[in-house]
Structure formats: C-alpha cells, structure tokens
C-alpha cells in the first residue's frame, strides 16, 4: 500500500509544483495561516455565489434525479448523514440515496469499494458523475462545507482493508491538522485516490492541500473535477482522467 501512495502522491506533487510532503513535517501553525489567507482571498464568498447558482441551475436535474430513485427503489430519496466538519464539529451531510435499503440498516457504515453490490442501478450513474453529491450544495451553502477541502467523514466506518473492524477516524494519524480545514466537495483526494484506500493513506493528500491552499489551488481543482464530471469518470480507480494519466507516467519516466 505504500507503494501505491508513493507512485500516486509524488506525482501529484509534480502536477502542481509543489515538494513532497512529510506528514511529520507539518507545521499546523503554518497550515492555519495558509486556510486562513484562502479564505480570506474570496473562499467563502465564493463558495455562496457558486453554490446559489448551482442549486438554481441543477434545479431540473433534483427533479429527475429523484424519480429516478424513486422508481428503481422506493424512498428515501436524500439520505442525512452526520460527518465531521471544521475544528470535528459534527454536522448533517445531505446526498442523494445511491445505495439499497439494506445499507440504510448498517449500525456502522461500511466503506464503499469498486463494484460495490450495495450501489443501485441509480446511484451507479449518480457515483459515476458525483450527481449523489449535489445535494451537498446546500452544506456548502449554510457553511458547513467548501467546494473544495478533504472529504468529510463519518465519525466511524468499517473500511474495506480492516477484514470488518471499526475504524476510529480519530485515531488515525493526521485527523486532528486535516479537521482545520472545512470539508470539501472535491479535493486532491478525491481526484487522485481510489475509493476504497484507507484513510491513513487518504489523510496524506487532505495534508499536502491544507499545506498549499490558495484561491488558485481551488480554481484548479474544481476545473479537473468538472472535466471528470463531464466524462464520468468518478468511479475509475485511481487516476480519474487520461490527461493527469499521463503527466503521472511522465513523472515516474
């Protein structure tokens, strides 16, 4: 598993100049600074005028979305999730059911994997385009999350590596540097690394985004996600475009 991150994260590094990261050389000092100064730049203001826009433009979308679901397999159609946002203060996440009623009934949520037989017909299009996560717009409205930061996560999951074990997100190395900053839609994490790798290895991307934020940084972030979005690559392990493909085994050469 270290080799994957190794072959992943350095040329990630490489993609957006920045050096590699040393989870042992974070600052949080430092990395405060550098969430602050993003925000202060127009994060916030941004995120409302974007997020306004995208609920009223994604209107017609929420419409067919839920018959859709409503269809396939019944109600609910949003599902309400309680992740950890800034500073581990819970909130209540919104997304769209992608998955049966069975994995409604799990006391501790077991983490998503390829080809997960829990995913509906439905939700399989839904994960494909992150259309799930449009609800997720109005997190990012009342505050609680941003376009763009490390994912927001359960309290508590099982992962698919941990042969059925409880995961205590709280435990793992880098949750407490990871929680200053808010969550995101999308992030370096969420383009770069494969759904089902554990966290340890996840944190270390949400740890070189808090270590570089920047207005600009989010720009060019969003920009990649929506040219997956458009393409419908979300649930390509790995790399989710041929184009950040080719600068990795340009890097690695």
């Given at each position: 598993?270290?080799?994957?991150?190794?072959?992943?994260?350095?040329?990630?590094?490489?993609?957006?100049?920045?050096?590699?990261?040393?989870?042992?050389?974070?600052?949080?000092?430092?990395?405060?600074?550098?969430?602050?100064?993003?925000?202060?730049?127009?994060?916030?203001?941004?995120?409302?005028?974007?997020?306004?826009?995208?609920?009223?433009?994604?209107?017609?979308?929420?419409v067919?979305?839920s018959?859709?679901?409503?269809?396939?397999d019944?109600?609910?159609?949003?599902?309400?999730?309680k992740?950890?946002?800034?500073?581990?203060?819970?909130?209540?996440?919104?997304?769209?059911?992608?998955?049966?009623?069975?994995?409604?009934?799990?006391?501790?949520?077991i983490?998503?994997?390829?080809?997960?037989?829990?995913?509906?017909?439905?939700?399989k299009?839904l994960?494909?385009?992150?259309?799930?996560?449009?609800?997720?717009?109005?997190?990012?409205?009342?505050?609680?999350?941003?376009?763009v930061?490390?994912?927001?996560?359960?309290?508590?999951?099982?992962?698919?590596?941990?042969?059925?074990?409880?995961?205590?997100?709280?435990?793992?190395?880098?949750?407490?540097?990871?929680?200053?900053?808010?969550?995101?839609?999308?992030g370096?994490?969420?383009?770069?690394?494969?759904?089902?790798?554990?966290?340890?290895?996840?944190?270390?991307?949400?740890?070189?985004?808090?270590?570089?934020?920047?207005?600009?940084?989010?720009?060019?972030l969003?920009?990649?996600?929506?040219?997956?979005?458009?393409?419908?690559?979300?649930?390509?392990?790995?790399?989710?475009?041929?184009?950040?493909?080719?600068?990795?085994?340009?890097?690695?050469?």
């Open positions: 598993m270290k080799n994957l991150i190794d072959r992943v994260i350095i040329p990630i590094e490489r993609f957006l100049a920045y050096p590699v990261i040393k989870q042992q050389r974070i600052n949080t000092t430092k990395e405060i600074h550098s969430i602050h100064s993003s925000e202060a730049f127009g994060k916030r203001p941004f995120d409302i005028l974007v997020s306004l826009i995208g609920l009223i433009i994604s209107s017609w979308l929420w067919i979305i018959i859709a679901i409503i269809i396939e019944g109600f609910p159609i949003i599902i309400r999730q992740r950890i946002g800034r500073n581990g203060i819970l909130f209540d996440s919104f997304k769209f059911r992608s998955m049966k009623h069975s994995a409604l009934k799990e006391k501790i949520n983490q998503a994997s390829s080809n997960d037989n829990r995913v509906t017909r439905v939700g299009v994960r494909k385009c992150a259309l799930d996560e449009l609800p997720q717009l109005i997190n990012i409205l009342l505050g609680d999350m941003s376009f930061g490390p994912r927001a996560l359960l309290p508590a999951e099982i992962e698919v590596h941990t042969n059925g074990a409880a995961c205590d997100i709280k435990k793992i190395p880098g949750y407490e540097k990871r929680i200053i900053a808010r969550p995101g839609l999308t370096i994490a969420q383009i770069w690394a494969p759904r089902d790798l554990p966290r340890k290895y996840k944190f270390k991307y949400d740890l070189l985004y808090i270590r570089k934020a920047s207005f600009l940084l989010d720009l060019k969003i920009i990649i996600s929506f040219l997956i979005t458009f393409k419908g690559t979300w649930e390509r392990r790995g790399i989710k475009l041929n184009l950040l493909r080719k600068k990795q085994q340009q890097s690695i050469s």
